[in-house]
């Protein structure tokens, strides 16, 4: 649903074209939104080029199972 709404904003901020303020407050907006999301992947991000899922994560098959009993 959110990502729905980047066209509506995007022709908003374009207007007819004759403003250009809202337009480039606009991007500055985005990049710094991703400026933020790369600060998020380095502190968070896990190192997963050319691995598979089994090396970054141990499966849920492995996974104690007294820790979470099975509720019916």
Do not use: C, N, Q
């Not at 709404?5 to 500055?28: H, K, N």
């Not at 939104?33 to 600060?39: A, E, I, R, T």
Request: charged share 20%.
């Amino acid at each position: 649903m959110v990502g729905s709404t980047g066209p509506l904003l995007f022709g908003w901020l374009v207007g007819e074209g004759m403003e250009r303020d809202a337009l480039f407050w606009g991007y500055v907006l985005v990049s710094v939104v991703m400026m933020f999301g790369g600060v998020v992947a380095l502190v968070y991000g896990v190192d997963a080029k050319g691995k598979s899922l089994e090396d970054i994560v141990e499966p849920l098959a492995k996974a104690d199972r007294a820790a979470s009993p099975v509720v019916i």
